[in-house]
């Protein structure tokens, strides 16, 4: 099956340095491969996904890249906020259509200094 | 905006007692899913639902695992007999594309 492997498992940054966060995968049929974003407290929240015929994909602050034959991704956030200090997780599946499950890696703790 | 519920965000249980996990799906949403994840683990797939069966389920899911869709607004995951090791954080999500989750209900097995 999936395997998915997120480093690192803390990551520590000054406000508006920017975040990087680096995931591999296993299973080359997986084709969609999502963020979600964990505050305490609450469940992880979607913040963007990428799929397979895609290599990069942006939204304000956040971005995505992803390199298939590598079978590696990985979440960018530039300007970083107090806000974003949260539990990241990435995921794949083999396709974003609903049914299919999610197979996430260890997470990342990411502290935001002010 | 719509969301997850899951309800008890915490439920403390004596070994061996039945427990009943509940949560209450987005409306429109076909898809339902259980995933776990125990402290310091990654977060794990359980079992996903789909038109009032299951359609995928993990190794995790063993017998004493069921889910069950009552009254066509609750989503339920029992464990039958619970085991120290069941102590985990028990996400539900729902999907129509992308899955939205839950906030968790914490399951502490004593």
């Known amino acids: 099956g999936e395997n998915v492997e997120q480093h690192p498992s803390t990551l520590s940054v000054q406000e508006g340095d920017s975040a990087v966060i680096k995931c591999t995968y296993s299973?080359?049929?997986?084709?969609?491969f999502p963020w979600y974003k964990q505050e305490l407290g609450k469940g992880p929240q979607l913040i963007i996904d990428i799929r397979s015929n895609v290599g990069e994909k942006k939204d304000q602050r956040i971005a995505v890249t992803l390199n298939k034959t590598a079978k590696h991704f990985s979440l960018h956030i530039t300007e970083t906020q107090p806000e974003d200090s949260a539990v990241y997780f990435c995921?794949?599946?083999?396709?974003?259509?609903?049914?299919?499950?999610?197979?996430f890696g260890g997470g990342t703790r990411v502290l935001v200094k002010p | 905006e719509p969301e997850v519920t899951q309800t008890p965000s915490h439920q403390v249980t004596q070994m061996g007692q039945e427990v009943i996990l509940r949560c209450v799906p987005i409306?429109?949403?076909?898809?339902f899913y259980w995933y776990r994840q125990i402290l310091g683990q990654k977060v794990e797939f359980l079992v996903s639902?789909?038109?009032?069966?299951?359609?995928?389920k993990s190794e995790i899911f063993d017998d004493q695992f069921s889910v069950e869709r009552p009254d066509g607004s609750n989503f339920t995951l029992k464990i039958r007999s619970t085991k120290l090791e069941d102590s985990a954080m028990y996400f539900c999500?729902?999907?129509?594309?992308?899955?939205?989750f839950g906030q968790g209900t914490r399951l502490t097995v004593v």
């Open positions: 299973d080359s049929a997986s084709n969609y």
């Open positions: 995921a794949a599946s083999k396709d974003k259509a609903a049914g299919n499950k999610l197979t």
């Open positions: 999500a729902s999907s129509v594309a992308e899955a939205f």
């Open positions: 639902f789909y038109n009032n069966e299951i359609s995928e």
């Open positions: 409306s429109n949403h076909l898809y």
